[in-house]
């Protein structure tokens, strides 16, 4: 892979834009398609459908075999609440490759001491995901269990067609909300996306144990391809 | 060690401008159960040091070999392991399954 080649693909990772490298396996030879550059790509259709999956894969025969490598942006998860279960998450979610934020305008919760390196924003979210810029390979985690901070949250994580919408709380915590978020006009099929009670279900009970059912239900999210196909579609 | 795909192509990066000799194995093809997906990707540089994965142990020390060839000649190729080649290659993998690595070099 030539240099240029490579750093034009690492900006685009940075940029959080999906594209695919294209390799003439023949050849060697090899091209960068951005995706506005798709349609006038001569495997546009190849490219389209691996796009759609998710899935780098082999196209052509013998010599006009081809390689197309699909390049998604680095999932991220945006974590409304410094609570007990972020401090859990938050490592966790790093180690499974996961670019980790922590939003809380309660100053309180939101300090280094109980996040260390976490990247933790004392803001209101309305105020803080402008900046954050919410996007379809963004896992948001609403956990502070109020309504006033998780809501907004959610809201705009629908509307962005982030991968995963999980949100803590009881069955009728969250029956609750929907009669809020259906009164506030949004879709029952945009609400019938959030994650709710929150987690795989293995019975956790400590925080750290509800941290991995949460963590295991956003890895399901990102790996099944249709959530992906939606967010390349996005 | 967090190590996402990322980093790979970001380490790929940085190591090529640091002057190292770099070589990008990327998994092109998979059969029957294979721990790492198309397009898994191992970065290796001249001394062999390496990030990434393109299998769950099992043939990247062959991998690294084989870089350090592709590095050395500029000429990409397509390595093939799984349980009939163990007699060639001398690794293979457990599981049973069958995966193709093209290995290229960072130019």
Redesign the interface.
């Given at each position: 892979?030539?240099?240029d080649l490579?750093?034009a693909?690492?900006a685009e990772?940075a940029a959080r834009r999906a594209c695919v490298v294209v390799?003439e396996?023949e050849s060697?030879a090899q091209r960068l398609v951005a995706r506005d550059q798709v349609d006038a790509d001569p495997l546009a259709g190849a490219i389209r459908e691996a796009l759609a999956a998710r899935?780098?894969?082999?196209v052509g025969e013998g010599t006009g075999r081809a390689?197309i490598?699909?390049?998604v942006?680095?999932p991220r998860m945006l974590v409304i609440g410094a609570v007990h279960i972020s401090q859990a998450l938050a490592p966790m979610a790093?180690?499974a490759?996961f670019d980790l934020t922590i939003i809380d305008p309660r100053t309180a919760f939101a300090t280094p001491e109980r996040f260390g390196d976490v990247p933790v924003i004392a803001e209101w979210p309305d105020v803080a995901l402008p900046a954050y810029g919410l996007d379809p390979f963004t896992a948001l985690v609403a956990l502070t269990h109020d309504p006033k901070v998780d809501e907004p949250a959610l809201v705009a994580a629908l509307k962005a067609g982030c991968f995963y919408v999980g949100a803590l709380g009881s069955r009728r915590t969250h029956a609750r909300r929907v009669e809020r978020l259906q009164a506030a006009g949004l879709s029952p099929d945009l609400i019938g996306r959030i994650h709710a009670p929150i987690g795989v279900d293995i019975g956790a009970a400590s925080p750290a144990e509800i941290a991995v059912a949460v963590l295991a239900e956003v890895i399901r999210a990102l790996r099944s391809g249709a959530a992906h196909a939606e967010g390349v579609a996005a | 060690m967090d190590v996402t795909e990322s980093d790979v192509l970001a380490a790929a990066e940085r190591w090529r401008r640091e002057g190292r000799g770099v070589a990008l194995a990327t998994v092109l093809e998979t059969w029957g159960s294979a721990p790492r997906p198309v397009g898994s990707r191992l970065v290796i540089d001249a001394d062999g040091n390496f990030l990434g994965s393109v299998s769950g142990g099992c043939v990247e020390g062959a991998v690294v070999d084989e870089a350090a060839d592709v590095i050395a000649s500029g000429v990409p190729r397509t390595l093939e392991f799984g349980v009939a080649d163990e007699v060639a290659w001398k690794v293979g993998l457990s599981c049973g399954g069958k995966i193709a690595v093209f290995v290229e070099r960072v130019d």
């Open positions: 892979m030539r240099l490579l750093a693909l690492n990772r390799t396996l060697g899935r780098s894969r082999l390689f490598a699909v390049e942006p680095p790093r180690l490759g | -």
